[in-house]
């Protein structure tokens, strides 16, 4: 009868422990998340929200990404990178530096304000130190807004001269969100862009100009012993006013002016900057003809390898403070096909009826200077109409262009209307 008791006993103990160890097991093997892998929850999560649709007024709750422009990849550290990002007909280019300062020249139009501030936050950046817009046509300020709303902003230049049209009047309410106030640009500024890199504005140069591209700011970076030039869409003018001044324009990369429109580039100019490489910023089969024979002859003429967006997509220049370095192949020396004037003939054919809103010139005109330059004004006004002028018209020299077309046809084509009679 005690063995019976003494057997049972011990089996009972063995049941306990067992099940003890079975608890205990379970607890041990419960997942648990890194708290690394939650940060880059969180981090991705916040890369990915959508900038804003609409100007709002900011709020005590409106909170700004923590600022961290450090490079995750070591190897950048000592590398000076400039994004010449595929915005089609436009400008916009990113820069970042060995310390980790970042700029941003241009945003190219409106509807490409998404893609510039997804390319950046691919970069793993949340700040912009320096924002810059050249000039004030909308292939130029359209996408910083979206820019602007997105990111924490450190500093904004802008020539000193004000537009009527609806992209600047959203370009100042962005900037009104942010709490933030724009720095008037002119020729011999320098700008903090970080330990080791110079940063100095060149351009404009003048209190006024004819033409709103010659108001373009013009910015020069040195790292080292390279040297990158940014032009916006200044013109001869502009680019015989720094001629005049004696500024050093040496500089290993150019990013062409004007697109590469024969109203910019030179000869003289181009010497002076003698650069290795050229970057032209431009839209595939675009309406202006860009980049134009004459530039494209230029280059050629002088052995400057030619980089292009419509051919090459986004360009990504590499300086280790010694030489530079290219993600994609060079371009060539091909002229844009608008340019031709046997394209522009066709129009001539359109008749009255094929047009939204008829013909509000002679029927077919092609409006152009002796250069092949459009002479139709398109303005985006204060409600948002667009709206194109021909020249003659009692509203023509009062009106600003923020694109040029050179027939009616293209103007329609491109969502523009003629004035009320």
């Known amino acids: 009868m005690l063995k019976r008791k003494l057997v049972f006993l011990l089996l009972i103990t063995i049941i306990i422990f067992s099940l003890i160890g079975c608890t205990t097991t379970q607890n041990m093997q419960q997942p648990q998340i890194p708290a690394q892998t939650q940060e880059q929850t969180n981090t991705s999560s916040l890369s990915q929200q959508p900038a804003h649709e609409a100007v709002q007024s900011p709020s005590k709750t409106d909170k700004f990404p923590e600022p961290s422009n450090e490079s995750n990849n070591k190897e950048n550290d000592k590398l000076l990178i400039a994004h010449y990002i595929d915005v089609g007909q436009g400008d916009s280019i990113l820069l970042q530096t060995p310390s980790g300062k970042t700029m941003l020249i241009d945003g190219g139009v409106p509807e490409m304000g998404d893609k510039v501030v997804n390319y950046i936050k691919k970069q793993g950046i949340n700040k912009i130190d320096i924002i810059i817009a050249t000039h004030l046509h909308f292939d130029h300020i359209g996408g910083l807004p979206a820019v602007i709303k997105s990111f924490e902003i450190g500093k904004i230049y802008a020539p000193k001269v004000t537009h009527t049209t609806k992209t600047y009047e959203n370009f100042l309410n962005a900037v009104k969100y942010r709490g933030l106030k724009i720095i008037a640009a002119k020729g011999g500024m320098d700008l903090d862009f970080g330990e080791g890199v110079t940063a100095k504005i060149l351009a ?8 709103l591209n010659n108001y373009s700011v013009v910015v020069k970076i040195t790292y080292g012993n390279t040297a990158f030039l940014f032009t916006g869409d200044a013109e001869k003018e502009s680019e015989q006013e720094m001629l005049s001044k004696g500024y050093d324009l ?13 109203s910019a ?28 024979k004459e530039t494209m002859e230029k280059l050629k003429s002088l052995g400057i390898t030619v980089y292009r967006t419509d ?8 300086s280790d403070g010694r030489t530079i370095s290219f993600n994609v192949k060079p371009g060539d020396y091909t002229a844009g096909s608008s340019g031709n004037s046997s394209t522009l003939n066709t129009s001539s054919s359109m008749t009255f009826q094929s047009l939204p809103y008829g013909y509000y010139g002679e029927p077919g005109k092609v409006y152009v200077d002796s250069s092949g330059r459009g002479l139709i004004k398109g303005n985006i006004n204060s409600k948002g109409e667009k709206i194109y002028h021909i020249h003659g018209d009692p509203w023509y020299d009062k009106t600003k262009a923020e694109v040029w077309f050179k027939t009616e046809t293209e103007a329609q084509a491109a969502g523009f209307r003629p004035p009320k009679k």
């Open 265 to 292: 580039s030179t000869w003289a100019f181009l010497k002076a900057v003698n650069p290795k490489y050229a970057v032209i910023s431009c839209g595939k089969g675009n309406d202006y003809g860009h980049p134009h």
């Open 311 to 318: 051919e090459c997509g986004t360009i990504v220049a590499v």
């Open 204 to 211: 404009p140069n003048s209190e006024k100009y004819d033409s």
């Open 250 to 262: 040496k500089a290993d990369v150019l990013k062409v002016g004007h697109h590469g429109s024969s």
